[in-house]
Each structure stands twice: as C-alpha cells, then as structure tokens.
C-alpha cells in the first residue's frame, strides 16, 4: 500500500490556467463538466472562453 496524500494532490487542473478544478482524477470523464476531448481538463472560465462566444 502506497500512502497518498488526497487533500490536494488529486484535482484536476485546467490544462490552460493551471487552475484547480472541482473534479478529482477519479471522476469520470463524462460525469464532468468543462471536459474538452483532445485538450483535457477546463476550468469554467477558460471552457466559456473556448466554446462560448
Ligand atoms: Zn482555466
């Protein structure tokens, strides 16, 4: 057994601010919000920035 720190170690960033998200790593991808295929992990901002005009 491996000890793992789970306070902070474990969010997802946004792939373009860095920012930490609200999803751990063991979300599921479709169960998240601000998802990109292909670019990975958005934060809000950055998602309505991207795909909202
Ligand atoms: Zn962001």
Redesign the pocket.
Known sequence: MTKTDKQNCCMEK?V??G?ETEYSYDVPINERKYYSEGAGQ??E??YIKLYVK
């Open positions: 946004c373009i601010c920012k958005l934060c901002k950055c």
